[in-house]
């Protein structure tokens, strides 16, 4: 079965058991701590089309409903923001990455809307990821200190960013819920950027062995990951 061989396809690890749910790396970044992303997002000079709900209506889009089921933009996330909707960060981002998928979907990957969309969602992209390294910074910095952070990433002694054993489970979980063809994608991106990962067994699988990765790659195959299960 899939699920059995997932440890042979994104590499062997002693997995610790999943964090209790009212724990603080269960909850991750709190959402209070998000205005400032969101409000960045919206001021953006290529987040316009985004700002407010599509009027369909007033655009003479009659189909729009049909194709986009789940509507979203970023006044609208940012409204949920404010009445508490919103218990994690990871809330958020779901809804966020459903704003870009939503205009590629009615508009296609080839139009007009695509660079907006690829410059937002880069830009997303790094602000979550500073805020989540940051949050996990503070949750898994030493009592005395002696942890440090390079651009919100947790560091090694060396300063060099790391991928943590929080961000490895995560990626776990959200690994263990992709197909055979979204596993396969992901080894991939693996081989285009990090070829030395990709560990051969004699069952024919291919091991992504996670930590021959750098903190970058890492953070790209998790994106990845995360936008796969978000637009499903």
Known sequence: AFDDRLEALVGSCDRPAPPAPDSDAADGVPASKLRPLLRSLQSHARSKPFRVPVDYVALNLPHYPTIITQPMDLGTVFKKLDRGEYSTAEAMKADVELVWANALRFNGADSWIAKPV???????????????????????????????????????????????????????????????????????????????????????????????????????????????????
């Open 118 to 232: 690829s410059e937002c969602r880069d830009l997303a992209e790094a602000k979550f990821r500073h805020a989540e390294a940051t949050f996990e910074s503070a949750q898994n910095a030493p009592a005395g200190g002696d942890e440090r952070s390079l651009n919100g990433a947790v560091t090694n002694p060396s300063g060099t960013a790391i991928v943590t054993p929080q961000m490895r489970l995560h990626f776990w979980f959200n690994a263990k819920r992709l197909r055979s063809s979204e596993m396969l994608e992901v080894q991939r991106m693996v081989k285009k950027c990090r070829p030395a990962a990709l560990v051969p067994l004699n069952s024919g699988d291919i091991k992504i062995d996670v930590d021959a990765l750098d903190f970058r790659s890492f953070m790209r195959l998790d994106v990845h990951v995360r936008s796969v299960l978000v637009q499903r």
